[in-house]
């Protein structure tokens, strides 16, 4: 029946390894295109974390896709993975600002004692929004461990989830524009929902009712967050680069030409997945098999933007 409870306590081992070759893959190539302004353990940490950030934001808010009294269902169905991937986010956090605060202090990462990491925590902008995240992702697993499955909680586990991922923008390289910083803001956001819905998606929703039901309600978002991404990405390039020549004559530009090049190819696909996907799901014409390889397909090619944007926030 298409409003059976998926079996979602066994772990998808295959898809999450295959996430990390992807993540490991991309991080070398961006990090050989940014050089020398790039750090390869500085992007790889970055971009688990925030995968890891992005896969909590969609848990929390894939059960809003649903509808009646299949909502409870789903939100149940995602508060297991919920917790874990927030757990993850948590310990990918705290593992990225003990490298943050090492190359803040010009240190080696085993040589950051106590001392050093406390200042970099409440001295620095990138430490005090680094905690906001820490902050976040607990404040989610708990949630997802002993809050009820409500549509409230949803919302305002959703809210915590999208603040605790927004938080970092604040001190990065487009602070010192206003416009700039609050684009990157949005952009992240944005890149959250569409990206995070879809994995919760593929976590929680194993037979084609259930994805009839919620993948136009995601079709809808994620129309909505790429129209953002478009406009947002476009204020934050303008702000960043000050010649076209730039995109390929310094690190920076050529990770950001990278982006675009792979957002444009994401934009094509997500498309392609709206006019054909989409109406043979909403007419149980396609297979919970078929919707599980379209999402994976899809969630590949945004492990890779992602991950090149993780690049980005991190070149100088």
């Given at each position: 029946?298409?409003?059976?409870?998926?079996?979602?306590?066994?772990?998808?081992?295959?898809?999450?390894?295959?996430?990390?070759?992807?993540?490991?893959?991309?991080?070398?190539?961006?990090?050989?295109?940014?050089?020398?302004?790039?750090?390869?353990?500085?992007?790889?940490?970055?971009?688990a974390?925030?995968?890891?950030?992005?896969?909590?934001?969609?848990?929390?808010v894939?059960?809003l896709?649903?509808?009646?009294?299949?909502?409870?269902?789903?939100?149940?169905?995602?508060?297991?993975?919920?917790?874990?991937?927030?757990?993850?986010?948590?310990?990918?956090?705290?593992?990225?600002?003990?490298?943050?605060?090492?190359?803040?202090?010009?240190?080696?990462?085993?040589?950051?004692?106590?001392?050093?990491?406390?200042?970099?925590?409440?001295?620095?902008?990138?430490?005090?929004?680094?905690?906001?995240?820490?902050?976040?992702?607990?404040?989610?697993?708990?949630?997802?461990v002993?809050?009820?499955?409500?549509?409230?909680?949803?919302?305002?586990?959703?809210?915590i989830?999208?603040?605790?991922?927004?938080?970092?923008?604040?001190?990065?390289?487009?602070?010192?524009?206003?416009?700039?910083?609050?684009?990157?803001?949005?952009?992240?956001v944005?890149?959250?929902?569409?990206?995070?819905?879809?994995?919760?998606?593929?976590?929680?929703?194993a037979?084609?009712?259930?994805?009839?039901?919620?993948?136009?309600?995601?079709?809808a978002?994620?129309?909505?967050?790429?129209?953002?991404?478009?406009?947002?990405?476009?204020?934050?390039?303008?702000?960043?680069?000050?010649?076209?020549?730039?995109?390929?004559?310094?690190?920076?530009?050529?990770?950001?030409?990278?982006?675009?090049?792979?957002?444009?190819?994401?934009?094509?696909?997500a498309?392609?997945?709206?006019?054909?996907?989409?109406?043979?799901?909403?007419?149980?014409?396609?297979?919970?098999?078929?919707?599980?390889?379209?999402?994976?397909?899809?969630?590949?090619?945004?492990?890779?933007a992602?991950?090149?944007?993780?690049?980005?926030?991190?070149?100088g």
């Amino acid at each position: 029946m298409g409003g059976a409870t998926p079996d979602v306590t066994r772990p998808h081992w295959r898809a999450a390894v295959g996430g990390i070759a992807v993540i490991a893959a991309t991080s070398v190539a961006a990090w050989a295109l940014g050089r020398p302004q790039n750090a390869l353990s500085g992007t790889a940490v970055r971009a688990a974390a925030d995968c890891a950030a992005i896969v909590t934001l969609g848990l929390a808010v894939v059960p809003l896709l649903d509808t009646g009294r299949y909502r409870g269902e789903l939100s149940r169905s995602a508060a297991v993975p919920l917790a874990v991937s927030a757990a993850v986010w948590l310990l990918a956090e705290l593992v990225r600002m003990v490298v943050v605060s090492a190359q803040t202090a010009a240190l080696a990462v085993g040589t950051v004692g106590v001392h050093t990491y406390f200042e970099f925590l409440t001295h620095t902008a990138a430490g005090r929004a680094g905690a906001v995240s820490v902050v976040a992702a607990a404040a989610v697993c708990g949630a997802a461990v002993a809050a009820p499955r409500t549509t409230p909680v949803a919302l305002a586990t959703t809210g915590i989830a999208a603040s605790g991922l927004a938080a970092r923008t604040v001190a990065g390289h487009l602070t010192e524009s206003p416009l700039g910083g609050l684009a990157v803001a949005v952009h992240a956001v944005a890149a959250g929902l569409w990206c995070g819905a879809l994995v919760g998606l593929l976590v929680t929703v194993a037979h084609r009712g259930r994805w009839a039901r919620v993948l136009p309600r995601f079709s809808a978002l994620a129309l909505a967050c790429v129209g953002v991404l478009v406009v947002a990405g476009g204020v934050g390039a303008l702000v960043t680069v000050d010649s076209p020549a730039e995109l390929v004559t310094t690190g920076y530009g050529r990770l950001l030409t990278a982006k675009l090049l792979v957002t444009a190819v994401l934009t094509v696909l997500a498309w392609r997945n709206r006019s054909r996907w989409l109406p043979a799901a909403r007419g149980h014409r396609a297979s919970a098999g078929l919707s599980r390889t379209r999402s994976l397909v899809e969630l590949a090619v945004m492990t890779v933007a992602l991950t090149v944007a993780a690049a980005l926030a991190v070149t100088g």
